[in-house]
């Protein structure tokens, strides 16, 4: 147990960020005490390790658990809001798990991009758009707006799998695990079809751009630097350059220019702002204002402006449920396999939220716990 706890305690500090000087001025304890559980010199109580897995953040069953129930080879990338506990990572590659399987049960291999590692947007930009470029080739989408950009990449074999998941500020992550293949999952709840699929381009360009970093042994999210190359990848893999150009030669609406491209009006923004032809704060402002008098109510980040996307133009899991009848079709699952794998998506994500909730509230009570 010493050993396991030792081993467990130092992957969390860490990916806490956390000195041991910090970490036992949190939890009370003494900094050298922190040293010895992570030598596994000593062991702590049952009252100071629950202290240390609430200052943590984690349970007592993450400080207990062998080293190999924490996933390895993986990394997740997810908004920088979200700072969930691993578990939810564990239960995502379940996810992963479930769909691989699936694909195995019917001969399919499992699909990863191609790489082109970019870790840097400062003086890579064109290069980035590049990079863009060749994956839309890759989808065969040439250069005008995407319709359906879930639809496309799950042609190709990407496994995307779309669910409601009530946590603000995330909107989504990604998993490449070499004999499994990428895995994207975005979060549909309360969030527009144009952010999910700014989510989707995103992921993407984690995926294609960052992909050395999945391959840590760590679970994280990506830099700053790096979220900005993926950022700029979604862009200009929703937007192309020359089109936009092109189209922004018959109408300057933003309106119609986010129509036409089927994306977010923050996009539009952003790509005007980095042409340089517009303030991106006072068109902002100015938009604000206007919405602000049409609608008698605030434009909040999480509002697209009209005419936004309609949810019914992009079903969501096409691809998985489709591969669970043409298992069951073939004989390669029985009928009681194919509902467990539909129902096993709602069913961990409902398992992470209740166990989400319990940690939200298990508050001080996490002392009254025994080994």
């Known amino acids: 147990m010493k050993e396991n706890i030792a081993k467990n305690l130092l992957y969390y500090r860490k990916k806490a960020?956390?000195?041991?000087?910090?970490?036992?001025?949190?939890?009370?304890?003494?900094?050298?005490?922190?040293?010895?559980?992570?030598?596994?010199?000593?062991l702590?109580?049952?009252?100071?390790?629950?202290s240390l897995a609430q200052t943590l953040s984690v349970t007592l069953d993450d400080l207990l658990k062998s080293k190999n129930a924490i996933p390895s080879s993986l990394k997740y990338?997810?908004?920088?809001?979200?700072?969930?506990?691993?578990?939810?990572?564990?239960?995502?590659?379940?996810?992963?798990?479930?769909?691989?399987?699936?694909?195995?049960?019917?001969?399919?291999?499992?699909?990863?991009?191609?790489?082109?590692?970019?870790?840097?947007?400062?003086?890579?930009?064109?290069?980035?758009?590049?990079?863009?470029?060749?994956?839309?080739?890759?989808?065969?989408l040439g250069d005008g707006p995407i319709l359906n950009l879930f639809e496309a990449v799950e042609q190709v074999g990407l496994k995307v799998l779309r669910k409601p998941i009530p946590i603000p500020g995330f909107f989504g992550l990604s998993l490449c695990v070499p004999d499994k293949g990428a895995f994207v999952l975005i979060n549909t709840y309360q969030i527009s079809i144009e952010r999910q699929l700014f989510t989707?381009?995103?992921?993407?360009?984690?995926?294609?751009?960052?992909?050395?970093?999945?391959?840590?042994?760590?679970?994280?999210e990506g830099t700053e630097i790096e979220e900005k190359v993926a950022d700029y990848f979604a862009s200009y893999l929703l937007v192309p350059q020359k089109e936009f150009e092109r189209f922004y030669q018959y109408t300057k609406e933003i309106k119609k220019l986010k129509r036409h491209f089927?994306?977010?009006?923050?996009?539009?923004?952003?790509?005007?702002?980095?042409?340089?032809?517009?303030?991106?704060?006072?068109?902002?402002?100015?938009?604000?204002?206007?919405?602000k008098k049409e609608y008698n109510a605030s434009l909040k980040r999480?509002?697209?402006?009209?005419?936004?996307?309609?949810?019914?133009?992009?079903?969501?899991?096409?691809?998985?449920?489709?591969?669970?009848?043409?298992?069951?079709?073939?004989?390669?699952?029985?009928?009681?396999?194919?509902?467990?794998?539909?129902?096993?998506?709602?069913?961990?994500?409902?398992?992470?939220?209740?166990?989400?909730?319990?940690?939200?509230?298990?508050?001080?009570?996490?002392?009254?716990?025994?080994?």
């Open 17 to 42: 960020k956390l000195s041991q000087e910090k970490l036992a001025e949190l939890a009370g304890v003494a900094r050298q005490s922190i040293s010895n559980y992570e030598k596994a010199k000593t």
């Open 44 to 50: 702590p109580d049952s009252k100071t390790l629950a």
């Open 77 to 140: 990338h997810t908004s920088n809001s979200f700072n969930e506990k691993p578990e939810f990572v564990t239960n995502v590659l379940g996810l992963l798990e479930k769909y691989a399987t699936l694909e195995r049960a019917i001969d399919i291999s499992p699909y990863v991009p191609e790489s082109f590692p970019c870790h840097e947007l400062e003086g890579n930009d064109k290069n980035i758009q590049e990079i863009a470029e060749k994956f839309r080739y890759h989808l065969k």
């Open 200 to 220: 989707l381009g995103h992921e993407l360009g984690h995926l294609i751009c960052h992909r050395s970093e999945y391959n840590q042994a760590v679970m994280g």
């Open 262 to 291: 089927r994306v977010s009006y923050q996009v539009i923004l952003k790509r005007l702002a980095e042409m340089r032809i517009i303030d991106y704060g006072k068109e902002q402002a100015k938009l604000c204002a206007i919405y």
């Open 302 to 371: 999480s509002i697209e402006l009209p005419p936004a996307l309609d949810s019914s133009d992009f079903p969501e899991n096409e691809r998985y449920e489709n591969l669970v009848w043409i298992a069951l079709n073939t004989n390669k699952i029985s009928k009681e396999e194919s509902a467990d794998f539909l129902n096993q998506i709602d069913k961990t994500i409902m398992q992470f939220l209740e166990a989400r909730q319990k940690i939200l509230t298990l508050g001080d009570e996490a002392a009254t716990y025994t080994i």
